[in-house]
């Protein structure tokens, strides 16, 4: 069982950076493909990026692009996000997922239902 953990989430400023990170309690990070998806309250669950899982392939989403930016420490087990130029829009949970390898189609990278395991979230909130 592939259990997810988010970290990082805290309140930031207009323009601040921030790192969130997700770590696994079972086992090896490097196995999966991995996302992190944001949902605010009475929205859907939206794609921030995607990685492979040797960190070669990333993609974001439109609103994010240029400002986030995805990584991941397969050594350490550990999923990335830096958050740069924060904006109000945004505040929202952060969730990281991890997909199957054995059912993952890389032209979903985008599609929540592509992932299998997520973590519970971190709460990040801009204030401006």
């Known amino acids: 069982q592939v259990r997810l953990q988010e970290y990082g989430g805290t309140l930031a400023q207009v323009g601040d950076s921030l790192r969130v990170f997700c770590t696994t309690s079972g086992g090896n990070l490097g196995r999966f493909p991995m996302g992190w998806f944001r949902q605010s309250p009475g929205k859907d669950r939206d794609f921030v990026a995607s990685?492979?899982?040797?960190?070669?392939?990333?993609h974001y989403g439109d609103s994010v692009k240029g400002r986030f930016t995805i990584s991941r420490d397969n050594n350490k087990n550990v999923l990335y996000l830096l958050m740069a130029g924060l904006q109000p829009d945004d505040t929202a949970v952060y969730f990281c997922a991890a997909a199957d390898p054995s059912t993952y189609r890389a032209s979903n990278y985008f599609n929540a239902e592509t992932y299998a395991h997520w973590g519970q979230g971190t709460q990040v909130t801009v204030s401006s």
């Open positions: 990685i492979s899982r040797e960190g070669g392939h990333v």
